[in-house]
């Protein structure tokens, strides 16, 4: 599902005294499957960006258009609920809005709300508890009673459950053990190829952006600052860097490689795996495996 | 839509109402919710509104944000009203229904009662605007202290205030994030029949609730290992002046007192 933003401001309490002018005339447009990683410094406005993309804020100035739908400044509120069913949030550290009973009974609440049957927000949690690499079993207990990183996963699976077609994930692996960032994310890149969605990552790792996403876009200060391949951003580390932010940790590598070796390598391996190979050239006929 | 909540916000300045000691604007407070039942007619209600009005002026917080923090009670205010006008049957008829009989006593009555209140809120609120919670419990402990005689926890009631005093602006955001977080879920809080409405409450409360035992927990915890032990021999980084300012301010409200006995009418 494509979207469009075009001159996005908002203020935050607008007419006080702790007024903040959060966004400064956005426009951006991300094609439908595009999956994008929104990075930038804390205070930059990424937060509040994904946010109007389903309509919990409103923009102060300007127009979003998801599809066919489009939410402009002072607009109506029955759109919002269109909009919310085909753009779905997890937001950071999830687990704070569980509260059902039951596991299944918070999966069920997502879709239950845009009018789906019963037995097929049952389904759907299933469908989803197993997808996020639950046991079914876990249905029926509290999620009061399962682990953080297994709560993280239930409330994944609520906002899943209601098969959105843009995802946005505002910091989904924040506090989790790294095998747990690796399992979830996976999953998420696993999930758009898949399902043929649109996904929106909010992420501090410009590992992870450099890593899962196709596109990126850099915000300081309320405003789009680079947009592009991840390839193409992280050539520009000086630019970067006068943000606050650097490239990921496997092009440093190479970096400090070249300076010390005087040869150039290819700059655009975002994995271990591309970096050993990209050095193992230098070492020519050598027996040099990874 | 939670950011119309004025009560509990402090607004940094350097009025003089900010620099005042706490214990007097403690005291003063307390004396001005008892002048203010003193006023019972147009010309005492209008001297307690230009005192409210300078005050506001005064603190150098803007008139529309307080105007703002008053919305939300406005519907009890209109709601005194209406009761008034229907309830009090004194005066003259000034419109007449049949059925329906309003007196110019009603009115007069609904007048005063609603700007009593309004006085009282807008008052109040300008010492949480323009005193941090912090000086306001130290004031407490100060003017709670001679209750300590009679075993009476002042320390443990400061804490607890400030506690909560500090805690409701996290309260309020955490209210609104998880808010956004069932409104991306397809919830709706504004819409709806009232059983609807209270039942769509669940899902934010729930979380809410745990959130807020949690955070006591690591809070406590927090404390415990910083030696936290209790008021008992605890000195302050703090120590509050009293000044001149602070004696004129509560000479100026006994004043408006005096002047409020004579005029109002007796009888």
């Not at chain 1, 946010?51 to 509120?77: M, W």
């Not at chain 1, 943000?243 to 390598?265: C, I, M, N, S, Y």
């Amino acid at each position: 599902m494509d979207i469009k933003i075009s001159g996005l401001t908002h203020r935050y309490k607008a007419g006080t005294p702790f007024e903040r002018l959060a966004l400064h005339d956005v426009s951006l447009s991300i094609s439908s499957g595009t999956f994008l990683a929104v990075i930038g410094h804390t205070g930059s406005g990424k937060s509040t960006l994904i946010q109007h993309l389903n309509g919990l804020l409103k923009p102060s100035e300007g127009t979003i258009t998801v599809g066919d739908l489009t939410i402009a400044a002072g607009g109506k509120k029955k759109q919002l609920k269109a909009l919310r069913k085909r753009v779905g949030i997890v937001f950071q550290y999830p687990e704070h809005q569980l509260f059902d009973e039951t596991v299944e009974k918070d999966v069920m609440f997502g879709p239950m709300n845009f009018g789906q049957s019963e037995e097929a927000a049952r389904a759907a949690a299933h469908e989803m508890i197993k997808l996020v690499g639950l046991p079914v079993e876990v249905l029926q207990k509290s999620p009061f009673d399962l682990s953080g990183g297994q709560m993280r996963r239930v409330a994944i699976a609520g906002v899943l459950a209601m098969e959105p077609d843009v995802l946005i994930l505002d910091e989904p692996t924040a506090g989790l053990d790294p095998r747990g960032r690796k399992e979830i994310m996976d999953l998420f890149r696993t999930l758009h190829d898949q399902r043929n969605m649109t996904t929106i990552l909010v992420t501090h790792s410009m590992e992870d952006a450099a890593y899962y996403a196709d596109r990126i876009l850099v915000m300081e200060k309320g405003s789009t600052y680079l947009e592009g391949a991840p390839a193409e951003i992280f050539a520009k580390r000086e630019e970067l860097q006068a943000v606050g932010l650097d490239v990921p940790e496997t092009v440093q590598f190479l970096l400090r490689w070249q300076e010390k070796t005087g040869k150039p390598v290819q700059m655009s391996s975002f994995t271990i795996e591309d970096t050993a190979k990209a050095i193992s050239a230098d070492f020519g006929k050598g027996g040099f495996t990874c | 839509m939670l950011d119309n909540v004025i009560i509990g916000q402090y607004i940094p300045g350097t009025s003089v109402l900010h620099k005042m000691d706490p214990r007097a604007k403690l005291l003063g407070i307390f004396v001005f919710i008892f002048v203010v039942f003193l006023a019972n007619n147009w010309l005492t209600y209008g001297i307690l509104g230009v005192f409210a009005v300078a005050a506001i002026l005064l603190s150098q917080v803007s008139l529309r944000y307080m105007y703002k923090g008053l919305k939300p009670i406005f519907f009890i205010v209109i709601f005194t009203f209406i009761l008034h006008i229907l309830m009090t049957k004194q005066g003259e008829v000034v419109y007449d229904l049949g059925w329906l009989k309003i007196y110019n006593g009603g009115v007069k009555q609904g007048v005063f009662i609603s700007l009593r209140l309004v006085y009282l809120v807008l008052v109040t609120s300008l010492l949480t605007l323009t005193t941090t919670p912090i000086d306001i419990t130290d004031g407490l402990e100060y003017l709670l202290a001679p209750f300590k005689r009679v075993k009476l926890p002042v320390h443990e009631f400061a804490l607890m205030m400030s506690i909560s005093l500090r805690f409701i602006p996290t309260l309020l955001q955490e209210t609104e994030k998880i808010m956004k977080a069932q409104m991306a879920r397809g919830a709706e809080f504004t819409a709806g029949p009232v059983k609807e409405r209270i039942k769509a409450f669940v899902p934010l409360l729930v979380p809410l609730f745990i959130s807020s035992f949690k955070r006591a927990e690591d809070l406590a915890l927090a404390m415990e290992a910083r030696g936290y032990r209790g008021g008992e021999g605890r000195t302050r980084l703090r120590v509050l002046h009293w000044g001149f300012r602070d004696t004129g301010a509560l000479l100026l409200l006994l004043i408006l007192a005096a002047v409020l006995i004579v005029l109002r009418t007796h009888g």
